[in-house]
């Protein structure tokens, strides 16, 4: 799938593999969601349907000025602890689900829907953020495997001056590592 934008540049020529698993991580404020939310308005997959489980406090505003096409967009906020049973329905639906902090989800079940998403074609992305990103990788809230992690940082701001003044701009620092593209690894920057 074409991707365009920021997401362009670091992605193996410009696009995705259908079928792919996208891990995207971050410490807490990281800008995790504002990575998801760019590689959501991204080319092939602005026009795309997605799903977004597990996201209980989530800024469509914010989404929809990135670029989000809300009218494509279903949340499931809250999918309680049969998160594997309902991401496996939600990928016979739609092309894109997105899931946050993936904590019920074992092994054995993130296998099977890594194998689903390849036979559905469908591009799995998972959140992973955490107050120390480390501890998160150390303890594997995502226990399956990745075609593509993106990690992101806020790298700056702009807009404050000495104790006056609003932020206008934040800046974030958005790394992915391809698996696909035998063990890529290319940054850019992007502001939100």
Known sequence: MELDGSLAKIFPLGRIQLGSVVLFEGALNSGVTSAVFEFLSSGGMKGSWSTLVGFENLGFLAAFEKGVDLGKVVSVPDPGRNLAQVVAVLMEAFPVVVIANPRFISFPQARNLISR????????????ESLDISIARSKGFWPGSYDYAISSSISGF???????GFIKE???SLRLDSKRAGGTTKSITVRI
Request: no cysteine.
């Open 117 to 128: 998403a390849r036979v559905n074609k469908s591009i799995m992305a998972v959140v992973q």
């Open 158 to 164: 702009s807009g404050l001056g000495q104790g006056d």
């Open 170 to 172: 934040r800046r974030l």
